[in-house]
């Protein structure tokens, strides 16, 4: 144990091999090329924010829908165990190994930092949606919550990008 906090612990552990898959992947030493990687990978599809306790939590999305200029950080990151891939070919999933990495790592927690308010947003689309499909259909409109301006501002999260236009579409199919 006190060799693990002489080293600095997990979050250390998980920092290093974060910064060592950016280098893999040729993002070292551009600020910016590394922010818009990590938000092609992670934000809206791996992370969500907790609307009860504002905690960055990990998503599971499919694979096939990140972005292919992505795919050789997507892949240095599963090398260094900070993602992983479940299944084959087009079923195939991926997720964040540990939350921690979402939590704690500089890098990644400032993008999501910024992104904070658009992630709760979303969060509230899809749980809002949820409730809507399961409820019986002459309830349904009890559970119409996104009006007015609540509404817009879920319009708005489509207007951010391809990948939020895709999650506001999921929510409403």
Known sequence: LKELEATGG???AIETAAEDAMTEAGLKDDPVARREA??????????????ATKAVERRVARLADAPLQLQP??????????????GEARDATIE????GLLRRWPSLKDVLENDLG???LLDG????AHEWHAAADQNKIEFLVHRGTRLHYARQL??????WAKEVAVAAD
């Open 96 to 99: 964040v190994a540990h939350e």
């Open 38 to 51: 990590l938000r092609g990978i992670f934000v809206p599809r791996l992370a969500r924010v907790d609307a």
């Open 10 to 12: 997990v979050t250390k």
């Open 158 to 163: 489509s207007a951010r990008g391809a990948d």
């Open 118 to 120: 658009a992630l709760l």
């Open 125 to 128: 689309v899809l749980r809002a």
């Open 73 to 86: 950080l997507i892949g240095a990151f599963v090398n260094k165990r900070l993602l992983v891939v479940k």
